[in-house]
């Protein structure tokens, strides 16, 4: 099982930039999610989906933000015109379609640096 | 709604000697209730998870939880601390089976003294 793989591991940019986040889920898993995670607000969820389809955005700070999921084993995390406040590390992560009791499988993350 | 407090930001326990981190949460439905780790530029690992079965959990690497409805608990527990286990513990917890209520608790970091 190769787990939720994401690209790239590392990420360092000038703000104004577009940044564009990637993720593979586990094949089979139907939910995808997109967090956040900073010193200051912890682990934020920002978007997930279910069979490619967006079903809570809510958390996508602002318009700068996109999510897509074109087909089951592929998503991106756009940010574009990108900022300072948005450095963090992006964690993507994909669980099986059910009750979402059941458990997310997190990527290793992208730490994403705007200068 | 839901909520889930971890008491202490972080922890610090000589190797061998048992941990206990801890969880309450408030929840308005039957919860289910997650133990995930962090280590240093990882993503998330689950190791134990409550939904309603045994109150007594037990999870990878040796760790444990207990599921307390009187005290609105969930707190993790190891016998005998290695210092592998030095990392980030999150609590979490989903009251209505949908991914927006998944709620993390802040995180507490687990320190091991040699």
């Known amino acids: 099982d190769a787990g939720v793989i994401q690209s790239p591991r590392h990420e360092v940019t000038e703000m104004g930039q577009e940044v564009t986040l990637r993720c593979k889920p586990i094949?089979?898993?139907?939910?995808l999610f997109w967090y956040r995670q900073t010193m200051m607000r912890g682990l934020e969820l920002l978007i997930y989906?279910?069979?490619?389809?967006?079903?809570?955005d809510s958390g996508m700070p602002e318009d700068r933000f996109s999510a897509k999921m074109p087909n089951a084993s592929f998503s991106t995390l756009k940010i574009q015109p990108s900022e300072p406040r948005d450095s963090a590390v992006y964690f993507c992560?994909?669980?099986?379609?059910?009750?979402?009791?059941?458990?997310?499988?997190f990527g290793d993350g992208t730490r994403l640096s705007i200068l | 709604a839901q909520s889930v407090t971890q008491l202490d930001s972080h922890v610090s326990v000589s190797e061998g000697t048992p941990v206990l981190l801890r969880c309450n949460y408030s929840?308005?439905?039957?919860?289910?209730l997650f133990w995930y780790v962090q280590h240093p530029n990882k993503g998330l690992q689950l190791l134990l998870k409550y939904t309603s079965a045994a109150t007594l959990v037990k999870g990878i690497n040796g760790f444990e939880a207990e599921f307390k409805k009187s005290e609105t608990s969930f707190h993790l527990t190891k016998p005998s601390a290695h210092m592998s286990d030095a990392a980030e513990y999150f609590c979490?917890?989903?009251?209505?089976?949908?991914?927006?209520?998944?709620?993390f608790g802040k995180g507490t970091h687990l320190i091991i003294q040699p």
């Open positions: 992560a994909s669980s099986l379609q059910g009750t979402l009791r059941q458990p997310q499988h």
């Open positions: 989906f279910n069979n490619n389809v967006p079903i809570d």
């Open positions: 094949s089979g898993h139907d939910y």
């Open positions: 929840s308005s439905y039957s919860p289910s």
């Open positions: 979490v917890v989903s009251d209505r089976g949908g991914a927006d209520g998944l709620t």
